[in-house]
């Protein structure tokens, strides 16, 4: 039942098209499968996907995206996340290790040891901006 309840959650992020929280998964997995699964639960693996690299928390959204490249098997640059502030529209992005080096560098220098290199930039998509004109 768990590895049917982590597929099920990594399909509700992936089919998502942009980020999703916790009891949106909960809701979209009730209404499809006739199995409820717990609120702890979906959080349980999430952060279990989270730690497999199969899925980024958007921290500043508090909602989960699936990565991108999760079906490549080669490395990749750092991901990084533009959010639409209107749509809350979610694209990842890549920043090449060297400048992510240089980030840290800067970090460093003010006596900071960084945790973990994602940013999450709020933006707003072509589409909400043409909207809002």
Do not use: W
């Not at 929280?21 to 909960?26: C, D, H, L, R």
């Not at 209404?31 to 500043?60: A, D, N, T």
């Not at 990749?76 to 533009?82: D, E, M």
């Not at 460093?108 to 909400?128: F, G, R, S, T, W």
């Amino acid at each position: 039942l768990l590895i049917i309840n982590r597929k099920n959650i990594l399909e509700v992020t992936r089919g998502a098209g942009g980020g999703v929280g916790a009891y949106e998964i909960q809701e979209k997995i009730k209404k499809k499968k006739s199995e409820p699964i717990g609120k702890m639960s979906v959080y349980r693996i999430l952060y279990f996907l989270e730690e497999e690299e199969l899925v980024h928390k958007l921290k500043l959204a508090n909602k989960y995206i699936a990565c991108s490249h999760i079906s490549c098997s080669h490395s990749h640059s750092v991901p990084q996340f533009l959010i639409c502030k209107e749509c809350n529209e979610v694209s990842e992005i890549s920043i090449d290790i060297d400048t992510m080096k240089k980030i840290q560098k800067k970090v460093e220098d003010e006596n900071y040891h960084l945790v973990k290199p994602q940013l999450e930039m709020h933006c707003i998509c072509n589409i909400c901006d043409q909207l809002n004109k």
